[in-house]
């Protein structure tokens, strides 16, 4: 299954449409709540869909009742689907293009340092935002680190959340400081507990974003 943007790119009938047809393509059994469920919109937009491709020879249906509908992907629903992942997998290339040109500054140097295993400390937005580019960037992210009872001992999208105290004695090239409304305290603590090599993500006032060594 596509998984759809976050907030700044809300989903659109098309991408709704790839995700239901490519389902199908997958399991033509699926039942219309499992296909309300995986793409997040409700049963009766499910129908309609499903109604929609019907009319117009992108599917057929067979069974006789609920339990035993199967969706058949016709030659149509076959070129549509194909059609739709070129279109979303061109979407997804000029966004990535554009977020590069954002990190570009931020991923040259973490090559140029080295930094080819880090930890993050702090498991918030920018944490999180940060483990994604990086994960994609083929950069390991060993963990995050975080003062939160509430937070240590799970996992973040994936990604476990340590007590500083458990990295320190654990290889690592650096840790970035994933915080910048508390970056400062952040810093205090870790040099506290003789965390090292600890680098810090900024974002500026004009919105362009850096990576810098804490001296």
Aim: proline residues 3%; hydrophobic residues 40%.
């Amino acid at each position: 299954m596509y998984q759809e943007l976050g907030s700044f790119f809300n989903p659109s009938p098309e991408m709704r449409e790839l995700s239901i047809l490519k389902a199908i393509a997958e399991n033509p059994s699926i039942s219309q709540e499992r296909l309300s469920r995986e793409i997040g919109i409700v049963p009766s937009m499910v129908h309609r869909y499903l109604d929609d491709f019907e009319k117009t020879g992108l599917i057929k249906k067979t069974g006789e009742n609920r339990r035993t509908m199967s969706y058949v992907l016709q030659g149509d629903g076959r070129n549509r689907l194909q059609y739709l992942t070129v279109a979303y997998l061109s979407d997804v290339a000029k966004i990535y293009a554009q977020s590069r040109s954002v990190f570009g500054e931020v991923l040259d140097f973490i090559g140029i340092n080295g930094l080819d295993s880090v930890y993050l400390y702090g498991a918030g937005i920018v944490g999180k935002m940060l483990s994604t580019i990086l994960l994609f960037e083929r950069i390991e992210v060993l963990g995050f680190i975080d003062d939160s009872a509430l937070k240590k001992g799970k996992e973040v999208g994936g990604v476990p959340v340590f007590d500083p105290e458990q990295v320190i004695e654990t290889d690592y090239d650096g840790i970035i400081v994933a915080s910048f409304a508390h970056s400062s305290s952040i810093i205090s603590r870790a040099e506290a507990k003789g965390l090292r090599r600890l680098y810090v993500f900024e974002i500026s006032e004009n919105g362009s974003v850096s990576l810098k060594k804490h001296d």
